[in-house]
């Protein structure tokens, strides 16, 4: 690797005791949920302001102050997930941010797009914290949930990177490959020049949904090694069998309808790569999927090495590598997500792993979270959560004495449905 924090030192009293230029605007293991009741919680599971934390400190707790008041979510729009999920897709609003892109060549040839705000390397010091961005199953820097999360961070000094995967906002395709949800390599290329651009800085990462998952496999795969400080994980599906699953049952037909256009659209611009492909690619499949699942059987699965699209769920499912998570991480979720099941979270494995705090939400849909000061067009509840989280981290990183109080051991270029990506 390009550089090894020692991310052992910069933790919220998380122990270590593992095993293993674009000017894009616009105006506008799984388990079963416990029961929430009045009883005292287990150890390491508690419900606080109406929300259910996982693995938290009681101590750790008192520095998120978007976390004492109870999660109100805003009227009407959230009485239903599906309307949640979709008005948070077509209705929040979408900042505007010039970005200048980088195409960055990884090693089999293919290329990322990497969109920084543009200007950031004359305004920010050389030493400022990274923070990289990675949207959802066909997302990418246009997206609203994404922007905001990118403007917020700016603003308090952050420098921030979207890592857009092939095909994904416009990036290239250039090999017979796009990227998968077992993919980690193009990320570990990623986060390898980044932070070979900026030495003297602490690199953290964001993922929602597809990107949480690939990103919570990463942080598994690099266990002790990991260059990352810390890390955020949201809408993650965890369980990929079990979001499978519900994803072809009722109402959530139509994200999957939509997120296999979005599919095959990104498909049919690099066509041309994946003439003649033999083996058991079926590209008539993909090119022409009415589900997601088809898409992965006749194209996904193969690329990556899977016997079947089942085999592909379950071995890339990130709920497998949260054990070896030696990295400070922040998992949010919705406990009525369509598309990210509570059902799949791996509470147990969450709580077991002192370097992980999870925190799950009554409502929120999938990317939603209409709630907090700024609804319903403006931020997700979230971000303000998400970025005290990272402040914390990079405060202890910097000056260790001011958090030794928590020394101790812890259990789109267009909105709409395509930024609903899994």
Same mark, same amino acid.
């Given at each position: 690797?390009? @550089?090894?924090?020692? +991310? ?8 270590? $005791? /593992? =095993? #293993?230029?674009? %000017? ?12 929430? *009741? ?23 707790? &008192? ?5 004492? !008041? ?21 209705? !929040? ?11 960055? !060549? +990884? ?18 010091? &050389? ?13 990418? #820097? ?5 922007? %905001?999360?990118?403007?917020?961070? !700016? ?10 995967? @092939?095909? /994904?906002?416009?990036? $290239? ?10 993919? +980690?390599?193009?990320? @570990? ?33 690099? &266990?002790?090694?990991?260059?990352? *400080? ?21 109402? =959530? ?6 997120? *296999? ?29 009415? &589900? ?25 499912? #990130? ?11 922040? /998992? ?9 099941? #509570? ?11 002192? =370097? ?5 939400? $009554? ?28 402040? %914390? ?9 001011? /958090?030794?109080?928590?020394?101790? +051991? ?13």
């Amino acid at each position: 690797m390009a @550089r090894a924090f020692p +991310t052992c030192q910069a933790r919220l009293s998380f122990p270590r $005791p /593992c =095993n #293993s230029s674009v %000017h894009l605007s616009s105006t506008t293991k799984p388990c079963s949920l416990p029961t929430m *009741s009045a009883a005292k919680p287990a150890a390491g599971h508690r419900n606080i302001n109406s929300l259910e934390i996982i693995g938290a400190h009681e101590s750790l707790l &008192s520095q998120f102050t978007s976390l004492q !008041r109870p999660y109100n979510p805003f009227p009407f729009i959230t009485w239903n997930r599906h309307v949640e999920t979709i008005f948070a897709s077509f209705f !929040r609003s979408l900042p505007d941010v010039v970005l200048r892109r980088e195409c960055l !060549r +990884t090693r089999d040839d293919g290329a990322v797009s990497l969109d920084w705000i543009a200007g950031d390397d004359r305004q920010l010091a &050389s030493d400022c914290p990274v923070l990289i961005l990675l949207p959802g199953l066909t997302g990418g #820097s246009g997206d609203t949930y994404v922007r %905001h999360m990118l403007v917020r961070a !700016r603003s308090k000094g952050w420098r921030v990177v979207v890592f857009n995967s @092939r095909g /994904c906002a416009d990036s $290239p395709v250039t090999t017979p490959q796009f990227y998968s949800a077992s993919f +980690t390599e193009d990320l @570990r290329q990623v986060v390898k020049h980044v932070g070979s651009r900026y030495p003297q800085s602490n690199l953290y990462a964001v993922g929602w949904s597809l990107g949480a998952n690939i990103l919570v496999r990463y942080l598994g795969q690099e &266990s002790n090694n990991c260059p990352l *400080s810390g890390a955020v994980s949201l809408c993650n599906p965890f369980n990929l069998v079990i979001a499978d699953e519900d994803f072809r049952k009722g109402f =959530n037909i139509i994200y999957d309808k939509a997120l *296999s256009r979005a599919l095959c659209k990104i498909f049919k611009k690099h066509a041309l790569l994946f003439e003649d492909m033999d083996g058991e690619y079926n590209i008539p499949l993909a090119a022409n999927a009415r &589900s997601v699942r088809e898409f992965d059987d006749g194209l996904t699965r193969v690329s990556f090495g899977f016997k079947s699209v089942d085999d592909y769920y379950f071995y890339s499912s #990130s709920s497998l590598s949260i054990k070896d998570v030696c990295t400070p991480l922040l /998992c949010i979720q919705a406990a009525n997500d369509p598309i990210a099941p #509570s059902r799949g979270i791996c509470r147990d494995d969450i709580k077991e792993n002192p =370097n992980c705090l999870l925190i799950v939400t $009554p409502k929120g849909g999938h990317l939603g979270w209409v709630a907090g000061d700024e609804a319903p067009f403006g931020a997700p509840w979230t971000d303000p959560v998400v970025m005290e989280f990272l402040d %914390h981290l990079e405060k202890e990183k910097m000056d260790p004495a001011s /958090c030794s109080q928590f020394d101790g +051991t812890v259990q789109q270029s267009s909105p709409g449905l395509h930024e609903l990506g899994v």
